[in-house]
Nanobody, 127 residues
């Protein structure tokens, strides 16, 4: 079984930046597409970004394109989300998620596709 642990959340002013990390531990021998989702109070969980196992393919929701960058270091079993130019509407709990994939280039953007989830890390952007 694989466990996911997010870190790097916090409080930041609008226009600032944060970098989230998600470390995978346990039986990490399989190939995983990794994704980031977020959930704001009173709202449904939404997709933010995803990256293929190879790292060659990425996908972003429109609202974060040009501001957020997802990356991964498979040697460290870690995926990152660099968040720049943060806005108050980015405030949410951010979750890391993983999906096993036989294709190293596959990337997914729906919560239903992902089978492993972290506990989440709070990101708060003040205006």
């Amino acid at each position: 079984q694989v466990q996911l642990l997010e870190s790097g959340g916090g409080l930041v002013q609008a226009g600032g930046y944060l970098r989230l990390s998600c470390a995978a531990s346990g039986r990490t021998g399989s190939n995983y597409c990794m994704g980031w989702f977020r959930q704001a109070p009173g709202k449904e969980r939404e997709f933010v970004a995803a990256i293929s196992w190879s790292g060659g393919n990425t996908y972003y929701t429109d609202s974060v394109k040009g501001r957020f960058t997802i990356s991964r270091d498979n040697s460290k079993n870690t995926v990152y989300l660099q968040m720049n130019s943060l806005k108050p509407e980015d405030t949410a709990v951010y979750y890391c998620a993983a999906k096993t994939t036989a294709n190293g280039s596959s990337v997914y953007n729906t919560a239903a596709a992902f089978t492993l989830w972290g506990q989440g890390t709070q990101v708060t952007v003040s205006s």
